[in-house]
């Protein structure tokens, strides 16, 4: 059976289409295709508080093209789901309403923390030892969602406005940032060696650029030598040298800085990163959906 899952970012939106194969009780996973197109939607969003004209009709058409692909993989459910350009976008409402109008989609703007929850419901429970404690991260282009859990148990979660986009643009105060160093020292004292998972493509790019494979951590002294390598060229050096795409190269030094700034104030050494995200916690939530009502 198939899913499609449809996150719309504020750098890019992605169109997920993923199996899920039953056998004998037990359930998999598995990525048919992944479509990424880069609109940038929090440049609109968070330096004008809008979603200009422009951008508007560019993410209509992406929809349209988007719902004729859901229709021709003949999928038992979607979704769409968008976070926080549009959540910071004044005329979000009518964004979406256009949407449903033209390309005959819902689109369902959900805040910080249901974010949060959707990714952690992803694969965490199959990745993490249940006696030990974890922060699960997820650093998007307008916000960096944050999951703590000790011994198989959530104890804090929380959602911070403090994105790539806004870190690349200067639109995090002082005290944004020092409030968000402050909670994740506070919420990880007493919880012992704490590992990261972290999600999102900036993560997941770190990750492939540091040359680590599998289930293997990456530890925190690796990952400030990456951020510092990259850092050492120019935007335009990191695609033409290293390779990246031109929507990646600018964000991607802002991402390690958040995540090296979490890490460093929980005291963490390694982070884990299975390449999963919100659109695969999405398809998961819809299997479950169809699962209960099988059932019924």
Same mark, same amino acid.
Request: a positive charge.
């Given at each position: ?5 449809? @996150? ?31 609109? #940038? ?74 974010? !949060? ?7 965490? !429970? ?48 002082? @005290? ?118 099988? #059932?019924?």
């Amino acid at each position: 059976m198939k899913f499609a899952s449809i @996150d719309i970012g504020s750098n890019a939106v992605r169109l997920l289409f993923c199996n899920v194969i039953e056998d004998k009780g037990k359930v998999s996973f598995k990525k048919s295709e992944l479509i990424r197109i880069p609109l #940038r939607l929090g440049e609109d969003a968070f330096l004008r508080k809008r979603i200009t004209q422009q951008k508007a009709a560019r993410l209509i058409t992406t929809m349209k093209a988007f719902k004729h692909l859901i229709s021709v993989h003949e999928v038992i459910d979607y979704k769409a789901c968008a976070t926080a350009a549009l959540r910071a976008a004044e005329n979000r409402d009518d964004i979406i309403k256009r949407i449903r109008v033209e390309a005959k989609l819902n689109v369902e703007v959900i805040d910080g923390k249901t974010e !949060a929850s959707i990714i952690y419901s992803n694969h965490a !429970a199959d990745q993490i030892d249940k006696g030990g404690s974890y922060m699960y991260v997820d650093i998007g282009g307008g916000s960096t969602e944050l999951t703590l859990i000790s011994k198989g148990k959530t104890i804090a979660s929380k959602s911070f406005n403090i994105g790539t986009i806004l870190l690349l643009y200067d639109k995090v105060g002082k @005290d944004t940032w020092l409030e968000f160093k402050e909670w994740v020292r506070k919420s990880a004292q007493g919880k012992g060696d704490i590992t990261a998972i972290g999600s999102g493509g900036n993560i997941n790019k770190l990750y492939k650029m540091s040359e680590k494979k599998g289930s293997n951590p990456l530890p925190y002294k690796k990952l400030k030598l990456l951020a510092a390598h990259i850092e050492s060229y120019s935007t335009k050096d990191r695609v033409k040298i290293l390779g990246l795409n031109p929507d990646r190269a600018d964000v991607i030094v802002p991402a390690a800085k958040i995540l090296l700034t979490i890490m460093k104030s929980a005291g963490i050494k390694n982070i884990m990163v299975p390449e999963i995200g919100l659109s695969d916690g999405i398809v998961r939530g819809l299997y479950q959906k169809y699962k209960s009502k099988r #059932r019924r």
